[in-house]
């Protein structure tokens, strides 16, 4: 039986009905309705906003909260193909996914009170309300014990000020789950576009990630009402403990990456003639293309584990910072690779290297950089945390 080039192991025979059907369908709109639009995306430097309705009705949006808060109830493997698939077109897609699911609805879900989820999860989960996550400050993104945007009690609401940076879907959101320091540690809040005071700033200029939007937000004497605290966590381990999910998420997303690059870069050099032969002929070509595939099917194999000790909740967050480190480098290199495969051609958004090797700069760095997941490790290896 002919082996599947771009699944080498047969990773696909480990798969469950409802997975393989999960990752056929987001395979299927990310050809029919990612695909055909992304470059030109990139090139203007736009989020595709029509796809939301549709990622949506899939059930791609917080696809593993319970079917009653509207969720799609589906497993951690699912969620992480659904990465997988979505981020074979775009790591923008992927991200949109990952911040609506992982970063917002979860937190709700997990740390939020009954009227929180009943409020907010069935609208997100139909796109109607999209959300971002803010943590990240300009002064230190990887230090975020040292945030300095606060929240105060003021009477019986808390009132909000700082700002956040680097925020995925800022200026698309309708809330924005709003990490602060108040006298009791850091807590978690719910901030609504319209409240007086918040507000969000594109940033421009990106060369990475085009195709999604990335904004500053802004607190200036927000006024939450008590019922916008997500009363059920407190201190880092919320926000952390929303990465971890994000951050397991990512782990597979870019092994679509790699995948569309590998693709781009075989087709290419099966076609490409130089010196009276396919550029696929050439022993160093096959070389770069064969560890290529390598690097896909053990990056394949860790998230699959990965996923499946999550759904037996043995999942630890030193496992996921391994997979991430490993697997957004892997892609990287191989979108690089395939660049270079392309020759000129290949600096060009017509081809997808590129385009994915530009985006992987920003994997790389968010949901914790490759250097704080390789210190995570060290410090379960040695029981020094080097921080
Ligand atoms: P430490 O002070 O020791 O721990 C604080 C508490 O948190 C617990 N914890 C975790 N819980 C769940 N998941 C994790 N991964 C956790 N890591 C730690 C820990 O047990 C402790 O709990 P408790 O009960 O004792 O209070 O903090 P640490 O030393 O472990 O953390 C240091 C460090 C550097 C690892 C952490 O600060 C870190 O991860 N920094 C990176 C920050 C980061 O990743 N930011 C990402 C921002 S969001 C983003 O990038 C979105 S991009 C989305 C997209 O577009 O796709
Ligand atoms: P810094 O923390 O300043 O790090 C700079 C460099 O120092 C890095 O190379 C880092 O690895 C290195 N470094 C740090 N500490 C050490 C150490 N102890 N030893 C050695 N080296 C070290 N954040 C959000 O909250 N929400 C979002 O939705 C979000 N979306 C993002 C989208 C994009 C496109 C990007 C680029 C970022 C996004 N982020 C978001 C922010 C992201 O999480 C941060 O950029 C990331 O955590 C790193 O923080 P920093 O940029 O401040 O870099």
Redesign the pocket.
């Known amino acids: 039986m002919a082996l599947n080039p771009y699944d080498l192991y047969d990773i696909r025979s480990l798969l469950s009905e409802e997975e393989c059907a999960v990752q056929d369908a987001v395979a299927r709109f990310t050809d029919e309705r990612v695909l055909p639009i992304i470059g030109e995306c990139f090139d203007r430097g736009e989020f595709p906003m029509q796809l939301i309705p549709e990622m949506a009705a899939m059930g791609l949006l917080g696809s593993s909260i319970p079917t009653e808060y509207g969720g799609a109830g589906l497993n951690s493997v699912s969620y992480g193909l659904i990465c997988q698939e979505l981020e074979r077109g775009d790591s923008g897609i ?2 949109f996914a ?2 609506q699911s992982s ?1 917002c609805m979860y937190p709700i879900y997990s740390y939020g009170s009954e009227d929180q989820r009943r409020r907010w999860l069935p609208d997100m989960a139909a796109g109607k309300v999209i959300g971002c ?1 803010g ?2 400050e300009a002064h230190g ?5 040292s945030m300095k945007t606060n929240a105060r009690r003021d009477g019986g609401d808390w009132l909000l000020n700082g700002s956040k940076m ?1 925020i ?1 879907n800022g200026n698309l959101a309708n809330i924005a789950i709003v990490w602060a320091l108040t006298d009791d540690g850091i807590n978690g809040f719910i901030v609504e576009k319209d409240m007086p005071g918040f507000s969000a700033q594109l940033i421009h200029r990106k060369m990475s ?1 085009r195709a ?1 939007v990335t904004s500053a937000l802004f607190f200036d004497n927000v006024r939450l009402p008590e019922c916008n605290r997500l009363p059920n966590v407190k ?3 919320g ?3 929303c ?2 999910q ?2 397991y998420g ?1 782990t597979w997303g870019p092994i679509g990456a790699a995948i569309a690059c590998l693709k781009e870069a075989v087709d290419y050099s099966k076609s490409r003639i130089l010196f009276n032969r396919p550029l696929a002929a050439n022993q160093a070509v096959q070389l770069k293309l064969a560890d290529m595939s390598r690097r896909i099917t053990l990056a394949q194999l860790l998230s699959l584990q990965l996923g499946r000790l999550k759904d037996a909740g043995q999942m630890q ?1 030193t496992q ?1 910072s391994l997979a991430k480190w490993n697997n957004v480098r892997m892609a990287l290199e191989i979108a690089r690779e395939a660049r270079d495969i392309l020759g000129g051609a290949g600096i060009t958004t017509e081809y997808c290297p590129i385009r994915h090797a530009l985006n992987l700069e920003s994997v790389v760095t ?4 490759e250097t ?1 997941h390789q ?2 490790v060290g410090r379960e290896l040695t029981g020094i ?1 080097a ?1």
Do not use: C, H, M, Q
Request: net charge positive; aromatic share 10%.
């Open positions: 992927r991200s990952s911040v970063l996550f943590l990240t993104g990887s230090d975020p014990a680097w995925t990630l999604s201190g880092l381990k926000p952390l403990g990465l971890t994000a951050r990512i967050p996921v968010y949901e914790g950089t704080v210190l995570v945390n921080f």
